[in-house]
């Protein structure tokens, strides 16, 4: 397993990143403000708040909460 952005939208993690240190957006509600991404399954959304959290932006591991 290896997570390293939305897949239905295609959006890296890395990308998402660089939003968020460039606007401040601090929530994946914030980020949708300004990119299109984890509208679909929103299996994205807890890897999203991990990268916001800790800057990782590649995971291994199945993050569900
Ligand atoms: S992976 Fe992000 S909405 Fe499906």
């Known amino acids: 397993m290896h997570i390293d952005r ?8 890395a990308r998402l990143k660089r939003v968020a240190e460039a606007t401040g957006a601090d929530s994946v509600a914030a980020l949708q403000e300004r990119v299109e991404f984890g509208k679909n399954c929103q299996l994205c959304h807890p890897y999203v708040r991990r990268m916001l959290q800790t800057g990782e932006v590649v995971f291994e591991e ?3 909460e």
């Open 6 to 13: 939305c897949y239905c939208y295609e959006v890296r993690l």
């Open 62 to 64: 199945v993050i569900r």
